[in-house]
């Protein structure tokens, strides 16, 4: 159920459609859009409690089908916490949930450029998402291990940069 490639990404997004539908709803409960820098200094919430049912049952639905997940949505950044108070609320899946991080980080000037080319949004405007969206996980991936990756390295050599977050994993 991954997003569709479009003309803009033909490779495809890899990104759960039904992750990024609910992340989107949840930001526009909040009055914040994807392409806006925001500062969240406090975990956002639903306003209501289908979004929180959701997100729970799409959850158990994923881990069930794949316990090994893996969620890519930039949106991540800003609703991190969000999606673990999710899973903390199913304890036996919790319990059986071995959550592990994997931050890939672009350098800000491609990340700009891809927006400039996609949104039509400036260089400065892209950079200062990077910025807004980098600061977000910063601040909910403390004090957690987190394992990096750096994004053009994945890209040139996919195989050896998975081997190495394997062989971490362990």
Known sequence: ELLPARVDNPEGFFEDARVVDLDTRLLEQQRILWYQPVDVAEPV?????QLNDEARALLIKRLDEHPDWVVKDPRFCLLLPFWLERLAEQPDLAASTDVQFIWVLRHPDDVAASLARRDSFSMEHGRQLWLA???AILRHLQGRQVWLVDYDQLLAQPLDSTARLAGGFG
């Open 45 to 49: 919430r639903a306003r209501d409690e």
């Open 133 to 135: 969206y980098n600061l």
